[in-house]
């Protein structure tokens, strides 16, 4: 069974910075895609940044995240700075159940496994 636990969230001002964790279990995590969303209150779960198996990267807004996996750890992370009100999100860690191009948009087709997700709420 796959299972995906994030952790890391929190309240933080705006202009800081807070690094989320995502681990996995029940597969190989080396040989997936995977990848970060999220949902804002009253908006649809969008792409925030994938990393490839081959540890390509893909952000959906350059320069303020920072992707990354540990393999020996079966961990993810997602390294945010300059933490803005609009961050305000439910984050949530995702795997691509297929090797191949990373899948954007708001995650309903090509990422198979979830997890619950870890609040983010920035304060002005």
């Known amino acids: 069974q796959v299972r995906l636990v994030e952790s890391g969230g929190g309240v933080v001002q705006a202009g800081g910075s807070l690094r989320l964790s995502c681990t996995a279990s029940?597969?190989?995590?080396?040989?997936?895609?995977v990848g970060w969303f999220r949902r804002a209150p009253g908006k649809e779960r969008e792409f925030v940044a994938a990393?490839?198996?081959?540890?390509t990267t893909h952000y959906a807004d350059s320069g303020r995240f920072t992707i990354s996996r540990d393999n020996a750890k079966n961990t993810l992370y997602l390294q945010i700075y300059s933490l803005r009100p609009d961050d305000t999100a439910l984050y949530y860690c995702?795997?691509?159940?297929?090797?191949?191009?990373?899948?954007?948009?708001?995650?309903?087709?090509?990422?198979?496994?979830w997890g619950q997700g870890t609040q983010v709420t920035v304060s002005s």
């Open positions: 029940g597969l190989t995590f080396s040989n997936y895609n």
């Open positions: 995702a795997i691509q159940g297929r090797r191949g191009p990373v899948v954007r948009g708001n995650g309903d087709v090509g990422w198979d496994y």
């Open positions: 990393i490839t198996w081959s540890a």
